[in-house]
T-cell receptor
Framework: EDKVVQSPLSLVVHEGDTVTLNCSYEVTNFRSLLWYKQEKKAPTFLFMLTSSGIEKKSGRLSSILDKKELFSILNITATQTGDSAVYLCAVEEDSGYALNFGKGTSLLVTP | KAGVTQTPRYLIKTRGQQVTLSCSPISGHRSVSWYQQTPGQGLQFLFEYFSETQRNKGNFPGRFSGRQFSNSRSEMNVSTLELGDSALYLC???????????????FGPGTRLTVL
């Protein structure tokens, strides 16, 4: 059974649209939730969330965590073709020293 | 600061052979983790090392092993290769727990292993 579930699995939008990517998780001792962007290479770090309700922002990207409902969202506003990538959500448990990854959301932004 | 480096970047082997992959973490990072990425399974955790000690191991057979050296560089070894071992192997480094905070993992470019 998957500990981290992302939705949707894929998404096609037009440039300028706003998208919301979802990540739900089920782990025993939550430590942190991380978002990564993966193009045709290694995942690049976007955000690390440890506390509920505190939004993290970086340019057009933002993310928030709800530890009560066990989910996180990643928002991308005014999407650009360069945002096309697979977005990965990962959860780290307190005693695991390991990241549990979801299957990712494949985002395609068309001109 | 240089990023995580992995060598080799591409590798082709045949079934039954063994392979060793290398990872050099970001300077100052003492935690190194390895992940296997395949289209069907996504990113799966292999193992994590900190100061030469393996602290956690994922659900992979014993053919997969690793080690970390005193300079934090790490190697992973896969023996008796199978077709299903074809994947992108990613290494990630982190400072781990420092000054009361956990820090994120940074990934290297990966080694693409093809088993024929």
């Amino acid at each position: 059974e998957d500990k981290v579930v992302q939705s949707p699995l894929s998404l096609v939008v037009h440039e300028g649209d706003t998208v919301t990517l979802n990540c739900s998780y089920e782990v025993t001792n939550f430590r942190s939730l991380l978002w990564y962007k993966q193009e045709k290479k290694a995942p690049t770090f976007l955000f690390m969330l440890t506390s509920s309700g505190i939004e993290k922002k970086s340019g057009r990207l933002s993310s928030i965590l709800d530890k009560k409902e066990l989910f996180s969202i990643l928002n991308i506003t005014a999407t650009q073709t360069g945002d096309s990538a697979v977005y990965l959500c990962a959860v780290e448990e307190d005693s695991g020293y390991a990241l549990n990854f979801g299957k990712g959301t494949s985002l395609l932004v068309t001109p | 600061k240089a990023g995580v480096t992995q060598t080799p970047r591409y590798l082709i082997k045949t079934r039954g052979q063994q392979v060793t992959l290398s990872c050099s973490p970001i300077s100052g990072h003492r935690s190194v983790s390895w992940y296997q990425q395949t289209p069907g399974q996504g990113l799966q955790f292999l193992f994590e090392y900190f100061s030469e000690t393996q602290r956690n191991k994922g659900n992979f057979p014993g053919r997969f092993s690793g080690r970390q050296f005193s300079n934090s560089r790490s190697e992973m070894n896969v023996s008796t290769l199978e077709l299903g071992d074809s994947a992108l192997y990613l290494c990630a480094s982190s400072t781990g727990w420092t000054s009361g905070m956990w820090y994120e993992q940074f990934f290297g470019p990966g080694t693409r292993l093809t088993v024929l």
